[in-house]
């Protein structure tokens, strides 16, 4: 067993700017992806229903992220998630687009 500090990158986009000229503000993007992500952290991956069938690779993991983070904005018709990226390491990140 072993652990990492990600880093996540989360691009979003949309179609309307909302009364203050925001897609959807960076606060509400970071509060959302921390709730996600507080779900894998000092946890055993391959223990969560979510890597039971599947390896907890970064590029699974990054897929988990964004299938959750679109399930949060769904609410949000007109924000969809792009892209995530997942910096295991300052050099080394995969990037998963749905």
């Not at 989360?10 to 959807?24: H, P, R, S």
């Not at 993991?61 to 769904?74: E, G, P, T, V």
């Not at 295991?88 to 080394?92: L, N, Q, R, V």
């Given at each position: 067993?072993h652990g990492?500090?990600?880093?996540?990158?989360?691009?979003?986009?949309?179609?309307?700017?909302?009364?203050?000229?925001?897609?959807?503000?960076?606060?509400?993007?970071?509060?959302?992806?921390?709730?996600?992500?507080?779900?894998?952290?000092h946890?055993?991956?391959?223990?969560?229903?979510?890597?039971?069938?599947?390896?907890?690779?970064?590029?699974?993991?990054?897929?988990?992220?964004?299938?959750?983070?679109?399930?949060?904005?769904?609410?949000?018709?007109?924000?969809?998630?792009?892209?995530?990226?997942?910096w295991?390491?300052?050099?080394?990140a995969?990037?998963?687009?749905?």
């Open positions: 067993m990492h500090n990600w880093k996540v990158e989360v691009e979003v986009c949309g179609n309307n700017l909302d009364n203050i000229g925001m897609v959807k503000d960076f606060k509400e993007i970071r509060k959302m992806t921390k709730k996600v992500v507080d779900e894998l952290d946890r055993f991956l391959n223990d969560l229903n979510a890597f039971k069938d599947i390896n907890p690779t970064a590029e699974n993991i990054a897929k988990y992220i964004h299938n959750q983070l679109s399930l949060a904005f769904n609410e949000d018709n007109d924000i969809e998630v792009k892209s995530i990226k997942l295991e390491t300052d050099k080394s995969v990037k998963y687009m749905g």
